[in-house]
């Protein structure tokens, strides 16, 4: 029996198709942090990767799929983020990733929520269910499902085994490691899930309520919004059809060219020299001081080559970033004001044109400007331009090595919840962030 996925216009991918592009896309995204494989993170994108559709192996699904007619039993992401906990418990991952599993692939669809409102303890589970609400309602339809799933679980199994296999192929094409052995019998595992889903419920509550008491600090948010936002850009890009960009080099140099060409023969009035004795310490305390520091700021008045200067820094720290880590960390330019926005975009694009030879061609992978208001354009080719609804996801995940932008758009996806602006959370890894006119950012 074949399982399908939801169309992409005219074309159809096979389930399994889907959930092992979207694995293999969330684990390769998260392998760029250093920390992933230490903590279990490349091991949770895989997996909720691989468990975030599993719901649509129904035949409820599968039928609304075919017909269009809607039917009560259709939802799929609670009994997919059940699904994901399992193997999260299965596969011996930490308890805190395994309730990031089951959290993440829960809200793939939506806006991220409060946890307490749909984990409920065994007490409630095992009471009548019609007395309980939309929770009653929610265990009705996991139930149902589950005995759908029972029906046809060795064509299931199957199909969950050739989208490992072939998500393991991806990652391996890539020098990745495998997070699953290719031995690991799905049949079985099936057979577990579908006997103890009340179980695995009851414990995520349990889970959640222990975390909350022994975590003090930001870990687990971040941990979260880093599996969460791999997997939602990862099913997003290919639901669209559309792969990840290849990243791009920016030479470290790139300012120091622009200079020697447009500035060699400028005039020595006291402006121009107050210019270049700030870009001078500013470069050079970047490079003594490099990585030891975290922060640095730059106070100087209009005028002064704030822009330049900044580019330069972050260029200087994005090839020692290169050097020591091996990631390529993407440049944030963040502004408070759109017009603003616009004037730093030109200068970019300026350093960018003299110092890229393909530039011109294909300049959105290098620089993009994202506001509200900014032309919907993403370009990679000299002869075409991608579509507007392929060039507004790409932009608004941040598919470039330098993004200009909004403090509203930069803030929202660090400290937010919104599923729009969560998808790009993962370019933020070791990101380097520029933040102008930093002043303008309301004290309330």
């Known amino acids: 029996m074949a399982f399908d996925a939801p169309r992409h216009g005219r074309s159809r991918y096979r389930l399994s198709s889907h959930l092992a592009l979207v694995a293999a896309g969330a684990a390769r995204q998260t392998a760029e942090l250093p920390e992933a494989r230490i903590r279990g993170h490349y091991e949770a994108a895989f997996l909720t990767g691989l468990a975030h559709d599993f719901g649509k192996y129904t035949s409820y699904v599968q039928d609304y799929l075919n017909s269009g007619v809607a039917n009560s039993y259709k939802d799929h992401a ?135 008491m022994q975590n003090d600090d930001l870990s687990p948010y971040f941990t979260m919004l880093k599996i969460f936002s791999s997997l939602i850009d990862a099913d997003k890009l290919h639901a669209a059809r559309l792969g990840e960009q290849e990243r791009r080099f920016l030479p470290p140099e790139a300012v120091e060219i622009y200079k020697r060409e447009m500035f060699n023969k400028r005039e020595d009035s006291h402006l121009n020299l107050l210019r270049e004795r700030i870009y001078q310490n500013v470069r050079d305390r970047v490079t003594r001081w490099g990585l030891e520091h975290r922060f640095f700021t730059l106070t100087a008045p209009t005028g002064s080559g ?96 330098i993004v200009i932008t909004t403090f509203v758009q930069f803030l929202h996806t660090l400290i937010g919840y919104r599923n729009r602006m969560l998808k790009k959370f993962n370019r933020l890894s070791h990101a380097i962030i520029i933040m102008d006119e930093v002043q303008n950012i309301p004290v309330e």
Do not use: M
């Not at 009994?79 to 193997?87: D, K, Q, R, T």
């Not at 032309?375 to 090595?401: K, P």
């Open 78 to 212: 609670f009994i997919s983020a059940l699904w994901a906990a399992y193997l999260g418990k299965e596969w011996g991952l930490p308890a805190r990733l395994q309730l990031i599993s089951f959290l993440s692939v829960l809200w793939h669809h939506r806006d991220l929520g409060d946890p307490e409102k749909y984990l409920l303890p065994r007490r409630k589970i095992e009471e009548d269910w019609a007395a309980l609400g939309e929770d009653g309602r929610r265990l009705e339809v996991a139930q149902k499902q589950v005995e759908d799933l029972g029906k046809g679980k060795r064509e299931v199994a199957r199909s969950l085994r050739c989208a490992a296999r072939w998500a393991g192929n991806l990652l391996a094409r890539r020098g990745l490691p495998i997070p699953i052995s290719s031995g690991y019998c799905w049949e079985e595992a099936l057979e577990a899930f579908l006997t103890s889903w009340r179980d695995i419920y009851a414990s995520l509550f349990q889970l959640y309520r222990q975390l909350r």
């Open 306 to 401: 704030k822009t330049l200067t900044a580019l330069n820094a972050a260029l200087l720290l994005r090839s020692q970033i290169k050097e020591r880590h091996g990631a390529l960390p993407r440049i944030v330019y963040a502004l408070p004001f759109t017009s603003i926005i616009d004037q730093n975009h030109e200068v970019l694009a300026g350093v960018l044109e003299r110092t890229l030879p393909d530039f011109k061609r294909e300049p959105s992978p290098y620089l993009l400007k994202h506001h509200h208001l900014a032309d919907v354009i993403y370009r990679t080719d000299e002869e075409e331009d991608l579509g507007f609804n392929e060039a507004a996801l790409l932009i608004e995940s941040w598919q470039s090595e």
